[in-house]
């Protein structure tokens, strides 16, 4: 089994920052994709941005140029770097890691999210 705890949400006002992190801890060969997601109140769960182990990475439009995903393979941990946020950013941020486990099958697996509430 592998278990993912995300950290780091929290109260901001529009225009601050926050750091949110994501490790995974468990029987764990390697992790394959890593990605971040966010579902606000009344709407269904959206990518955020996703990091292939290579570092490659990919972000929804709407968080171009204001967050950076990023990762430490070492530590098993992912990161997501929010800047600039605005209310609309309001919602509870999952992380999601396809992992490979010593049976060489590959899983998803998801966190319990963490919240991040932008407002004034």
């Known amino acids: 089994q592998v278990q993912l705890v995300e950290s780091g949400g929290g109260l901001v006002q529009p225009g601050g920052s926050l750091r949110l992190s994501c490790t995974a801890s468990?029987?764990?060969?390697?992790?394959?994709?890593m990605g971040w997601y966010r579902q606000a109140p009344g709407k269904q769960r959206e990518l955020v941005a996703t990091?292939?182990?290579?570092?490659?990475?990919n972000y929804a439009d709407s968080v171009k140029g204001r967050f950076t995903i990023s990762r430490d393979n070492a530590k098993n941990t992912m990161y997501l770097q929010l800047n600039s946020l605005k209310p609309e950013d309001t919602a509870v941020y999952y992380c999601?890691?396809?992992?490979?486990?010593?049976?060489?099958?590959?899983?998803?697996?998801w966190g319990k999210g963490t919240l991040v509430t932008v407002s004034s």
């Open positions: 999601n890691a396809d992992v490979s486990n010593y049976e060489l099958t590959r899983i998803p697996y």
């Open positions: 468990g029987v764990i060969l390697r992790i394959n994709d």
């Open positions: 990091i292939t182990y290579g570092g490659n990475t």
